[in-house]
C-alpha cells in the first residue's frame, strides 16, 4: 500500500473540511461531534442542522450541550473547539429544511461532508409524521445535497431493522412496495386521519412506523442519488459505548435494552417476552460512530478516483467496482451478530454478575426472559399489573398519584413494537463493513476502531451497567455497596411478599372454584327438579 502507514487517512481527508450534521443533538450526533473534533481538529467547521427553540440562542444551546461530561477529553485538548461548531436553524418536515437563504447558500459553497442521522426514532410514531421527519426529510437534505459545489460524501445513517421482513438482511437495497414518492405524495395528499387508518395496509410486513420510513428513505436514496457520492450505514442496536471518550460506557437514553435495564434494576419490570437464545444484535454507539466516520472518507475516495477516471481521456473500458460504488450507494451493515453473536441470555447473566444495583431501587432485581405467549399473558398479569392495581389503589389510599398501572401501559406498548426484534436471530451480511476496517491503514484501525469481532462482551457489559449507574440513574461508585446490600433487604422483602401473595392467590382461587362447583351443583339440582316435573 501506498498510503503513509504511519499518519492517519482519515484524519487527513478531513482537514480543511466543513461538516453537516444532522442529529447532532441526539445520542449518536454528540459522539460524531465529539469524536470529529478531537481526532480530526484540522477540519475546519462542523455545521448542525437543529430545530429552533423558544429563547435560547444558538450559542447558549451549543453551551448547553457541550457542558456534557461526554466532552471533558475535548474541553482539556482543546478548549476552544466550540469555535467550530455552528448551529443552522432548521426543520426536516419543512420546505427546503426551513433553511434561511443565507444558511442554504453557505451549505451549498462550503459544505464538503453530510452525515444525515436525524430521524424519529419513536416505533409507535404516527405514519404522517414519519413520512414527514424520516422519508420527506431524506429527500430535502439529499436536494440540498446536489447544490453543493464541493461535496465529498453524504452518508445516511438507517438502521439493520429497515429490511426486516427480509432474511438473511444483506448489504443490499430490497424492493419497497410503493415508490418513496408516492408515499410521500399520498401522506401529503391525506389527512392525518385518514392516513392513520390505512397505516396497516400501507406497511404491511413492517413490524412499526420506523422500520417502514426509513426503508422508504432508503429507496429514495436508491432512485434519486445517481451523480452523487451516496453512502449507507445501519446500525443494529445501539448501546452504550465501549471505548471512549470517557472510561466507562457513557449513555444518555433509556431506548431498547438500556431501558430494560433500568426499569428490572429499579423492580419495575420483572419479564420480557423474549427468546433466550436468540441474539442480541448490540453495537455500541462509539463504534458506530467511527464506522460513519470510516464510511464518509471511503465514499470521500471513491468518488475521487471516479472524477478522475471521467476526466481521464483513457478510462474507456468496463467499470470496476469502486466506479460502480459512486453510482449506486454503497450500504454497509454495521451490526454484531455475523462476527460476534451474544444472546439475550448471556447479556442477562452478564448484567447479573455485574452486582451493581442502583441504591434508589424500589424493588429487588427479578427478570425474567418468556418465550412462550401464554405464560407471558399469564405471569405479565401476576407479575406485573395484578400488584401494579394493588399499589396504585394504596397510593390513592394514602393521597399519593398513581402511576404503575400507567407506566406498565408504557411498557406493554413498547413491547408489542419490540416482539418480533427480541423473539428471532437475524441474520445479516457484512462484509462491506469487514472490508472497509481492513483497508484502514494501522493508525485509523486505532483512532477509529469498530472492529467489532474483537469486543470483550462480559468486559463491554460490566461498562454498560456503571455508564447507566453514573449517566442516567445519577449515582456514583460509592453507593455500590449500599446498593448491593439493599438488594439482599429487598429479596428478602420480595420472598415474604411473594409467599403471601401465592398463599392469597391460592386461597382466592380455591374460593372462587369452590363457589364455581356450588353454583354447577345448584344448576344441575335444578335442572334434575325441572325434569322430574316435567
Known sequence: MEENQGESQIRKSFAGANILLTGGTGFLGKLLIEKLLRCCPELDKIYLLARKKKNKDPQTRLKEQFDDVLYETLHKDQPDFIKKVE??????????????????LTVCNKINFILHGAATVRLDETLSKAVRINTRGTKEMLTLARCCKYLKAFVYISTAYCNHPHQPIEEKFYDFPLTSDLLIDVVERLDSKTVD??????IGAYSNTYCFTKASAEN???????????????????TSTAKGPIPLGWIDNIYGPTGICVGAWMGIIRLIKCNPDAVADLVPADYVANACIAVAWKTARNHKKASERTLDDHSEGPQDDETKDDQIPRVYNYVSGNQNPITWRTLLQYVNNAQMAPAKAMWCFMLFLINNAFLFKTLNILLHWIPAYVCDGVAVMIGKKPMLKKVYTKIDKWRHFNKKFSSQSWKMRNSNTVELFKEL????????????S????????????????????KESKETIPW?????YLLKIANYIVMTIYAITLFWFVKLLSGGVMKLMYKILVYQGINVLFI
Not at 419543512?94 to 442554504?104: A, F, M, V, Y
Not at 474483537?454 to 440513574?473: C, E, H, Q
Request: glycine share 8%; no cysteine; net charge negative.
Open 454 to 473: 474483537a469486543l470483550d462482551w462480559n468486559s463491554y457489559v460490566y461498562n454498560y451497567m456503571m455508564g447507566i449507574r453514573l449517566y442516567l440513574l
Open 220 to 238: 429514495y436514496l436508491l432512485k434519486h442519488s445517481q451523480g452523487l457520492p451516496v453512502a449507507i450505514l445501519r446500525p443494529s442496536i445501539v
Open 441 to 452: 491503514n494501522e493508525k485509523d484501525r486505532h483512532i477509529f476502531d469498530f472492529d467489532i
Open 197 to 202: 387508518d390505512i397505516t396497516p395496509g400501507l
Open 87 to 104: 448551529i443552522l436553524e432548521g426543520e426536516l418536515d419543512s420546505d427546503n429544511l426551513g433553511l434561511t437563504d443565507q444558511d442554504r
Open 483 to 487: 446498593g448491593i446490600k439493599k438488594q
